[in-house]
Structures are given as C-alpha cells and as structure tokens.
C-alpha cells in the first residue's frame, strides 16, 4: 500500500467503472468478486452437524473437499464491502459488435461453454481460441467440448499442447503420447480479447467455471 495523495487509487479502494468507451483508467486493481471462502473441516467456526458432513465422506474424497462460507455469513469474517472493486466478465467485452477475436486458457476444461460465451458477450461469428491443461486420460470430455464449442461458434480452435492429436477430434492417439505429456501442463487463466483498436488481456486466478 502507498500512502499520500495516490493512496485512495491503488488496489481495491479504487472503484472507478470502465468509461463509455469501454476504456479502464488504468490505475486501479481490479479483485474476482468473491463470492464465498474455503474452509477445512477442523476449521473452529464449523458447527458439529456442518464437520459431520466431512466425517460422511471417504478419505480420498475428504482431502480435497472443503465447506464453501459465504460471504454473507458472519463467520467468514468479510462483508459486501469486498466486492466494491470487482470486476465482472461482462466487462471486459465493452463491444461484442466490434470484438474481432478471443484466446482462452485454462488448466481445468471448461464445463460450461454456453455460461462462458453469456458471461463474455461473445457473437458466434467471432473466432475463438481455447488452449487447456491436455488431461489425456479424459477423452470423452475432450469430444464433448470439441462439440459444444463447434456448435456455438463458426470459427474455434480448440488446443491441447503435447500432443497434436489431442487437437483433432477423433484421431487414434500415438502410443507414447503419455510420455510426450510429462512435461506438458497448461496453468495459466489468460483471456485476450482484440478490438480494432485495442487488444485488452486479462490476467484472472481462475478457470473459466461457475465456481
């Protein structure tokens, strides 16, 4: 944080809206809107029948779960006022008539292309790229987005880095494509949106999912 005249213009305290244009003043940090936090189940402010609900469930399955709090619940310690500075996907596309193109990446497949293509105000005349985490062992998941994506867009490319069947639908893979992967993983959450006279890129922390 900095103190003195700029203070009030730095992370979240800076509120200011994109313009008409479609143009962000530039000094702001905008947060993901947050909607609920992550909370272990030895976590204190549990209740006994909210822990109960992680004894119910396997081992394996209890290291990954966690009980999501929201926000509006006193015991997560935050209020509305966190949100003051969010940013919404919507907004980042201030022209779906004029937007030219869009690149996606992801680490998680997206589960929901329809919500993706609302949330981004994305015309189906727009070529899309989607670049993803390759996730070799779930094929059936692979088609299902290569059709759900071809059905919503005229002109989509669709990549799995490592290996360039994993690209095309419906090729047989090779038989060391397993070891081709080892070293292949997709991480990154960019959305880069061109305009004719802009190129607006987004770093986000997560992937393009409802939750």
């Known amino acids: 944080m900095t103190s003195g005249p700029e203070a009030e213009e730095t992370w979240s305290n800076y509120q200011e809206k994109p313009g008409p244009a479609g143009w962000f003043h530039g000094r702001g940090f905008w947060l993901n809107e947050v909607q609920s936090i992550s909370v272990d189940e030895d976590d204190s ?88 985490h390759p996730w070799p062992e779930l094929r059936e998941e692979r088609e299902s987005l290569w059709t759900e994506l071809a059905s919503r867009f005229d002109d989509v490319v669709l990549h799995f880095p490592g290996s360039a069947e994993l690209s095309r639908p419906g090729l047989p893979l090779p038989e060391d494509f397993e070891e081709q992967l080892e070293s292949c993983s997709v991480h990154a959450k960019l959305i880069v949106l061109e305009f004719p006279d802009r190129l607006r890129l987004a770093l986000a922390t997560a992937n393009l999912r409802r939750a």
């Open 45 to 132: 402010r549990l209740t006994s029948e909210e822990r109960a609900e992680f004894l119910s469930l396997e081992e394996n399955q209890r290291m990954n779960s966690y009980f999501a709090m929201d926000i509006s619940d006193p015991r997560s310690g935050l209020t509305e006022a966190v949100n003051m500075a969010s940013l919404a996907l919507r907004d980042l596309n201030h022209d779906p008539e004029g937007l030219t193109c869009a690149l996606f990446t992801t680490f998680d497949f997206v589960e929901d292309v329809a919500w993706v293509q609302e949330q981004l105000r994305l015309p189906e005349r727009v070529p899309v790229t989607l670049c993803s």
